[in-house]
């Protein structure tokens, strides 16, 4: 998706822009631009393709301004072209805009502006920005309040900075619906779209509302509601710092974020943890009265997100008995949910910028349902949404490919699980007593799980060529294996699909034959007699086997059989993955793949 970045300041601004947009890259993009004011006007450089392409463009060594835009483009609206990439003027040269989102009325808007004698050298909607503030400029000579009309007029979503040819030491910005941060510092201010993009300038940030404007110079930022009327903003405090936005030595994000993931549970466990050993959620005001008139919770979220609320769903039913359903949030929030003020939803996304999980959040809101969120950005606008906001302690996660946040989310899941179940009394303290004991394991285990490194590697070696590879479980193992299966196809581009492995010949084994790949997990011993015969049904049909198991079993009836530490089954999932992110990172190395920039792949899906 797009990544915005802004300066304001006494340094020279394209570099800080360039390397702001460079931190962005993960997030997908097809061209770049930067747009600074310069003391004969805006300077606008731009072209498709990579960040690199950009800084390289020849005047880029003779821009010299200190208030500056920038913008990595993700194509919507026309195709990724120079003409297409941000920033777009308007048709006087004296105002230049990026922008993230869609402007869903654009050709409404493109129809008044061309009436009014405007002219578009693009296919992009961002192009009206700049014209419709232009428009309303002549009408009012106020930059802010010309830009507050635009916003006025625009249908959608969007994060707009925008600078103006004869206001040199400013820059407006305008948010709805898509990310954006400020930073500030000493003599200089920042914006962007997300924190690693200036996380080596600043960690204090302001978060923009929904419609809030805010107009940035070096030495202060001033906030607007929608009606202009000034308002004050607290700072915020990041604790994430630089390392965590650098390779730090690894080869790729990914494999630096796996081996993250001992530390990431840790902070996570730490956070919720008091002195005593109890678990302190009070910020979260649910008691036991609350808790009784709930009679389902729903887990929302996309993707891996979602894959955690699979696999904390029976953690939830069985410590709480509350039922609970986990939904995609493109699709639910399109099916009109049974929702009430007995149903509380529970909306898990890494990034907090989900635009289908907000949607979904805003939709259960209205039906009366208390929302809690379960985020790994502060401030983020699924955080400030919800009713209730739990931060993950993953740190920024750069690879697409999402993993630590996907245990770090499992993590809190099943500590909140515990909470309610304790609040409600609903479960045995001693089964309660002995999940406890093991999430404090959770830690040592996943040092221990990644020791299972090579191995890995070593199987990913024989199989990188394969053009289906089948991932099976039940009970817990099912979420596991789906979310094996999501890594694998993200990053490795080999088609992969997860069953629940009872459902196996229901259809799915008319497609095993000879050596197909099955990947089985065993992570419940009540499961495991079945979960073998299940196996063996492929292994008969040709099928070569890779299991991934906490329990004893007879190796020579396998292929291949990895060996990850015993826990209880709620939380096997947390060390069940990391073989599986493992093997969809050696594949796709032994592929020559980009891990960490997978084709088509966005990490931050803003636009629905
Ligand atoms: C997969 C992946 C995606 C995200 C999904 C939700 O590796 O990263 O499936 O999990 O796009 O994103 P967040 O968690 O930011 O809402």
Redesign the pocket.
């Known amino acids: 998706m797009c990544g915005i970045v802004g300066y304001v300041g006494n340094k020279k601004a394209s570099p800080i822009l360039i390397n702001g947009l460079s931190k962005l890259e993960y997030r997908g993009y097809d061209s770049a631009g930067i747009a600074t004011i310069e003391s004969d006007g805006i300077k606008i450089l731009k072209d498709k393709g990579r960040v690199s392409n950009l800084e390289n463009i020849k005047e880029m060594a003779s821009i010299s301004g200190t208030v500056g835009i920038a913008h990595t483009r993700w194509a919507t609206h026309g195709k990724p072209s120079k003409e297409n990439a941000h920033p777009h003027f308007d048709n006087s040269n004296l105002f230049a805009v990026v922008h993230n989102g869609i402007i869903e009325n654009y050709n409404e808007l493109r129809e008044f502006l061309i009436n009014n004698g405007y002219k578009f050298y693009s296919q992009t909607d961002t192009e009206v920005i700049p014209n419709l503030v232009h428009f309303y400029f002549e009408q009012t000579n106020d930059v802010l309040t010309a830009l507050k009309k635009t916003c006025n007029d625009l249908k959608g979503s969007y994060a707009i900075e925008l600078i103006y040819k004869h206001t040199p030491n400013n820059l407006y910005v305008a948010k709805k619906d898509s990310p954006m941060v400020i930073g500030v510092s000493e003599n200089e201010n920042f914006v962007a779209s997300d924190i690693p993009a200036v996380l080596n300038y600043t960690k204090k940030f302001y978060f923009l509302k929904d419609k809030e404007f805010a107009v940035l110079s070096k030495d202060e930022v001033k906030f607007y509601d929608f009606e202009l009327n000034q308002i004050q903003k607290d700072i915020k405090e990041i604790d994430w710092d630089e390392n965590s936005v650098t390779k730090n030595g690894y080869d790729d994000f990914m494999l630096k974020e796996i081996y993250e993931q001992p530390d990431s549970v840790r902070k996570t466990i730490n956070s919720r943890l008091s002195d005593t050993g109890s678990y302190d959620f009070k910020d979260i005001s649910i008691d036991k009265d609350y808790l009784t008139t709930i009679n389902k919770i729903y887990i929302i979220?996309?993707?891996?997100?979602?894959h955690a609320g699979l696999s904390a769903k029976s953690i939830i039913e069985k410590l709480c008995k509350i039922s609970t359903e986990v939904d995609v949030a493109s699709e639910f929030r399109y099916r009109e949910p049974l929702i009430d003020n007995h149903t509380l939803c529970i909306f898990?996304?890494?990034?907090?910028?989900?635009a289908d999980?907000i949607a979904a959040l805003k939709l259960s809101k209205e039906c009366g349902a208390k929302t809690i969120a379960i985020t790994n950005v502060i401030g983020s606008s699924i955080t400030r949404e919800a009713d209730y906001s739990i931060l993950t302690y993953a740190g920024p996660e750069i690879a697409?490919?999402?993993t630590k946040?996907y245990t770090a989310q499992v993590t809190i899941l099943s500590m909140l699980a515990i909470n309610f179940a304790e609040i409600l009394g609903r479960c045995d303290e001693k089964v309660l007593e002995k999940v406890k004991q093991d999430v404090l394991s959770l830690p040592t285990k996943l040092e221990n799980v990644l020791g299972t490194a090579n191995s890995v590697k070593d199987i990913a070696l024989k199989i990188y060529n394969e053009h289906d590879i089948f991932f099976i479980g039940r009970g817990i193992d099912h979420p596991i294996a789906m979310e094996g299966s999501?890594?694998l196809k993200?990053i490795s581009y080999i088609h992969s699909d997860a069953y629940a492995s009872g459902e196996l010949k229901h259809g799915p084994i008319a497609l095993i034959e000879d050596n197909t790949t099955v990947i089985s997990i065993y992570t419940d011993a009540k499961l495991l007699q079945k979960s073998i015969s299940n196996t063996q049904e492929v292994i008969t049909r040709g099928a070569k086997s890779i299991v991934i198991t906490n329990q004893n079993l007879d190796n020579n009836k396998f292929d291949y059989v990895i060996q990850i530490p015993e826990i209880s089954e709620f939380l096997s999932p947390i060390l069940a993955i990391v073989p599986l992110q493992f093997l969809a990172y050696y594949i796709a190395k032994q592929k020559n793949l980009d891990v960490d920039k997978p084709r088509n792949l966005a990490?931050?899906?803003t636009v629905e």
């Open positions: 979220a996309c993707g891996t997100a979602m898990i996304s890494q990034s907090g910028e989900t999980t697409v490919a999402s946040a999501l890594k993200e990490k931050s899906v």
